[in-house]
């Protein structure tokens, strides 16, 4: 099993960037994902969530509500979040998860810094 995270970087405030996951090792359409992020000497949180169902359900953290946007692909076994309007309270390392009952799998993290 194994899912990995790749788009972070440094931007600006008010920038825009797009995080993808690809997965492999178990059956990605049956699964939930979640975009999880932990900012520096804080406690991870979840900022989006995307559900199984045709159409998918969706969840956002407040704070990142109206910027955000989570999507999936299963036929490419890939989860995105698209952020825009970046500000620097969004700085940290960004994790894709998976997660139904009886499993959930993490990636190793992306990081995001956002700064002038």
């Known amino acids: 099993v194994q899912l990995v995270e790749s788009g972070g970087a440094l931007v600006q405030p008010g920038g825009s960037l797009r995080l993808s996951c690809g997965a492999s090792?178990?059956?990605?359409?049956?699964?939930?994902l979640r975009w999880h992020r932990q900012a520096p000497g804080k406690g991870r949180e979840m900022v989006a969530a995307?559900?199984?169902?045709?159409?998918?359900?969706?969840y956002y953290a407040d704070a990142v509500k109206g910027r955000f946007t989570i999507s999936r692909d299963n036929a490419k076994n890939t989860v995105y979040l698209q952020m825009n309007g970046l500000n620097v309270a969004d700085t940290g390392v960004y994790f894709c998860?998976?997660?139904?009952?009886?499993?959930?799998?993490w990636g190793q993290g992306t990081q995001v810094t956002v700064s002038s």
């Open positions: 090792g178990f059956t990605f359409s049956e699964f939930n």
């Open positions: 998860n998976a997660h139904r009952q009886y499993g959930d799998y």
């Open positions: 995307i559900g199984i169902s045709n159409p998918p359900t969706t």
